[in-house]
């Protein structure tokens, strides 16, 4: 075969991919519409704009239950490290707080998309700091039934919905110490 037909061929799979990608999507689209509303958190057009100057006075006026480690933003992505210094702290309550930080976020400014946050815990008298959760939520994909769902989510282990919906890993550590062993 000569080289004018491998580049025709390549033309021609590029143009049937861009043309197809996009019916794709609003198939997938169409079918979440066709059988139920979905409520997203839209960016509050009077919210705060967090920055180098507000930052860490915002995020540290929120009520938590846990301490925090560091905060951070770039790029519309705020990196927040929640520290669990009590062994005693209950899962509802690291919940509660995961979901203020995500309301705190998406509900509350205009500019945050993405929020990447930790929970630590910390060992003072060992000096030791050990990765409990991990999430990763993005505004445009939760809305506030997922949110209300995260704050009240209780003492039990999440439900796979919430884990995807917020891209929440568990390390053996979370599952051991705080998770009721009756449970899972």
């Not at 919210?47 to 846990?66: Q, R, T």
């Not at 309550?93 to 205009?110: G, I, Q």
Request: no cysteine; net charge negative; glycine share 8%.
């Amino acid at each position: 075969m000569n080289r004018t037909w491998w580049i025709g061929a390549a033309l021609l799979v590029t143009a049937v991919s861009a043309a197809l990608l996009p019916r794709m999507e609003s198939l997938h689209s169409s079918m979440l519409g066709e059988h139920r509303t979905v409520e997203t958190l839209s960016s509050a057009k009077d919210g705060i704009i967090l920055g180098d100057a507000n930052l860490v006075d915002s995020v540290g006026s929120l009520p938590f239950s846990m301490s925090i480690g560091s905060v951070g933003l770039e790029d519309g992505v705020l990196s927040l490290d929640l520290k669990i210094t009590d062994s005693r702290l209950q899962p509802s309550e690291v919940y509660a707080d995961m979901a203020k930080a995500f309301l705190f976020a998406f509900r509350d400014t205009e500019n945050i998309d993405q929020v990447m946050l930790r929970i630590i815990a910390e060992d003072k008298w060992l000096g030791t700091a050990r990765l409990l959760l991990a999430a990763d939520a993005r505004r445009q994909e939760l809305s506030g039934e997922l949110l209300r769902e995260l704050q009240t989510a209780g003492n039990l282990p999440l439900p796979g919905r919430l884990k995807a919906a917020f891209r929440i890993s568990e390390t053996s550590l979370w599952k051991n110490q705080f998770i009721p062993a009756s449970s899972g």
